[in-house]
């Protein structure tokens, strides 16, 4: 599985996944930390990311795009530090990594971590 780490996802993150045995790469060491969300979401989809971010903007993104793809974990944690979210992206791995390689928009948050599949439809 490969991860590409959105602005608000630190770069500390990276080795860690790594070690982990996943590809992992942030958007400003693609050039791409200017890019628009669109276009972040259309190179993670074109490139078989799945997208970390702490950004509202790509889960409707997704919503009005009716795409399956790419998956997209949204941490809307209170403490964004690297270790807490690590580990917190463990507990989706746990929970939601068949989610993630089949199409999900996933939102964690210290209560929950909620998976929607790909394409959202209304409900």
């Given amino acids: 599985m490969k991860f590409l780490l959105d602005m608000g996802i630190s770069i500390h993150l990276i080795p860690e996944l790594r070690s982990d045995g996943f590809e992992a790469a942030h958007i400003a060491d693609l050039s791409a930390g200017t890019l628009p969300d669109a276009e972040i979401l259309a190179r993670a989809r074109e490139e078989g990311y799945v ?23 949204v941490f809307r944690l209170k ?3 690297p270790e807490n979210v690590l580990s917190f992206f463990r507990k989706v791995l746990a929970t939601a990594k068949e989610d993630l390689e089949q199409g999900a928009i996933v939102s964690v948050t210290e209560g929950t971590i909620r998976v929607r599949s790909l394409p959202l439809r209304d409900s």
């Fill in 51 to 73: 997208l970390l971010v702490h950004d509202l903007d790509f889960p409707a993104l997704m919503a009005a795009s009716g795409s399956r793809s790419p998956s997209v974990v």
């Fill in 79 to 81: 403490n964004m530090r």
